[in-house]
């Protein structure tokens, strides 16, 4: 398809066409983790998955830092894109490159430093905190090589280029399956055999896809570009640090109701860790169509073609309908299934219930974050960032508010209570800002 389609071609089908990569990358980017708790839970023990688990909603704050933060920044890519701005749009990805490698040295520096502490306060059970430390030390030392395969992967997208990335992350995928099976089961290095084969995979997606971003730049725009920018920063971080709060929302609230799923036990961690997992490849559709929204308006908004946005718009979130649908047969019909994959049939009783219960429950909403994710996408491409901003902001604060005060009082089921209706709030307030019709002048500022 031609680089313009997005802003040519009728929108549902050209949303599912460059949507469709993005939510099958992200979906084998989630056997990344989906491997090294499986592998973990069922060859090392349940404890070796309450320990990764431990950690999972730390990480994943850093992995949505690189896709908000890579998002964010490609809403600038693309409108320079659909203006045909490409000397522009160069200095922009150059710029974003740059920033997020310095951004990522930091971060993974700190998390050396002080993961022990972290891991405390988050009331990570005794009898898996040293293997949780183990996990979490492998995963900042290759902090860097997560940030800059996302963030490439956004710039892609950015481009219309949305199958490029989604290559090299299926064949780093299966290789990090592999290795994982190799280095636990052969080599008996238990949970940091998994750390250490999702760092190398993870090297190997970003070095590809760095390679294959430059070959792209060649035949697209052979234009000289300048490595680095001060005025296109400005632009990219009021979008992109919105960005990453709104990607991050979800995990910084997992990081801080954790301390109240660790109280209950490392079973009841188990349990919660293996239904995290799976109720992060449930999102992965949402996500994709939002992260879709996001590319689809800039570029028509660069383009000057506003009606297209709305069109737009209205076809995500029929997507999110029928996605939705789909996650609720399975859950409700598979979920002890599901769960068995990460703890087998011998799991604890307590470790099982949690998981399934999590499933069951919010098999019903995910409809939620799905239009929560298609009105935040659109509201991020057209740059209107601070009602987005304020939206999931609220989203935060009611997801830990209600898991924390009541959660101690009337069990850990109040946890998972509280998610449906941070996502609905979201949503409520950023659907309020798109139909004031405001996003439509932002640009033009």
């Known amino acids: 398809m031609e680089n313009n389609y997005l802003t040519e071609k009728n929108p549902m089908s050209v949303l599912v066409y460059f949507s469709l990569p993005i939510i099958i990358g992200n979906l084998f980017q989630q056997t990344y983790t ?111 090589l997560l940030f800059m395969y996302n963030v490439l992967s956004s710039m892609f997208n950015a481009l219309g280029k949305s199958r490029i990335p989604l290559y090299f992350l299926i064949f780093s995928s299966v290789f990090n399956v592999i290795l994982d099976w190799i280095l636990v089961t052969q080599f008996d290095m238990g949970v940091s055999g998994v750390a250490w084969a999702t760092l190398i995979a993870q090297g190997i997606s970003a070095v590809l896809s760095f390679i294959a971003l430059m070959a792209q730049f060649k035949k697209l725009a052979p234009v000289r570009a300048k490595p680095f920018d001060f005025g296109e920063l400005v632009p990219m971080a009021k979008i992109s640090l919105p960005s990453i709060l709104q990607q991050s929302t979800v995990s910084i609230g997992m990081m801080l109701v954790q301390s109240v799923v660790n109280s209950f036990g490392s079973e009841a961690l188990a349990g919660f860790s293996a239904a995290m997992r799976i109720e992060a490849i449930c999102v992965v559709p949402m996500s994709g169509i939002g992260n879709a929204m996001s590319s689809y308006t800039a570029q028509n908004i660069g ?23 789909v996650i609720l047969v399975v859950l409700e019909l598979f979920n002890r299934q599901l769960i068995e994959i990460f703890l087998g049939a011998d799991g604890t009783a307590t470790a099982v219930s949690t998981g399934r219960d999590y499933l069951i429950f919010m098999g019903f909403f995910f409809c939620f974050i799905g239009f929560k994710m298609a009105v935040d996408g659109l509201l991020r491409g057209a740059g ?26 009337y069990g850990i089921h109040m946890v998972w209570v509280a998610v449906p209706i941070g996502w609905f709030v979201n949503w409520a307030i950023s659907f309020s800002q798109y139909r004031t019709g405001k996003w439509k002048k932002i640009y033009e500022k």
């Open 34 to 144: 989906m491997a090294d708790s499986a592998i973990v839970g069922r060859y090392v023990g349940e404890g070796a998955l309450a320990a990764v688990g431990a950690s999972y909603s730390l990480t994943n704050i850093f992995i949505c830092i690189a896709i908000g933060g890579g998002i964010g920044s490609s809403v600038i890519v693309s409108r320079y894109f659909g203006a045909e701005r490409f000397e522009k749009m160069k200095t922009a990805v150059y710029t974003s490159l740059a920033v997020f490698l310095f951004i990522s040295l930091l971060l993974g520096g700190f998390g050396l430093m002080f993961s022990r502490e972290i891991l405390s306060l988050l009331n990570t059970p005794s009898d898996v905190f040293d293997m949780a430390v183990e996990y979490l030390n492998i995963y900042f030392l290759g902090l860097p």
């Open 303 to 325: 383009a000057d073609k506003y009606s297209r946005v709305g069109e737009g718009y209205r076809a995500a979130n029929k997507l999110v309908l029928i996605c939705a649908a």
């Open 384 to 409: 209107d960032m601070k009602m987005f901003t304020v939206a999931n902001i609220v989203n935060l604060f009611i997801r830990v508010f209600v898991a924390m005060v009541f959660a101690p009082r």
